[in-house]
């Protein structure tokens, strides 16, 4: 079983800076791609960034050239540094993760979410 643990959230000024963090543990496993949803009040989840095991990133049009993805491979580990932060960035930023393990023998694909960190952008 692989479990994300979160941190990094919390209250920012507009045009400050937060860095979130994003743990995956577990045994056996192997990710494929991480990466950074997060869902407004109101709102539905959106991605906001993703970056696979081979360095690809990818970025929603309303972070690109203010937030970064980037990883730790040998902690299992992304991060987005958020940038120029804007009250419209306020939600709750959720990790997921894909990849595979072996159980038994037997490798399985996983698709799995973080319990989420609060980001809230307000003067």
């Known amino acids: 079983q692989v479990q994300l643990v979160e941190s990094g959230g919390g209250l920012v000024l507009p045009g400050g800076s937060l860095r979130l963090s994003c743990a995956a543990s577990?045994?056996?496993?192997?990710?494929?791609?991480m990466g950074w949803y997060r869902q407004a009040p109101g709102k539905q989840r959106e991605l906001v960034s993703t970056?696979?095991?081979?360095?690809?990133?990818n970025y929603a049009d309303s972070v690109k050239g203010r937030f970064t993805i980037s990883t730790d491979n040998a902690k299992n580990t992304v991060y987005l540094q958020m940038n120029s932060l804007k009250p419209e960035d306020t939600a709750v930023y959720s990790c997921?993760?894909?990849?595979?393990?072996?159980?038994?023998?037997?490798?399985?694909?996983?698709?799995?979410w973080g319990q989420g960190t609060l980001v809230t952008v307000s003067s």
């Open positions: 997921n993760a894909q990849g595979s393990t072996k159980v038994a023998g037997i490798y399985r694909n996983f698709n799995v």
């Open positions: 577990g045994r056996a496993f192997s990710i494929n791609a």
């Open positions: 970056i696979t095991s081979g360095g690809w990133t």
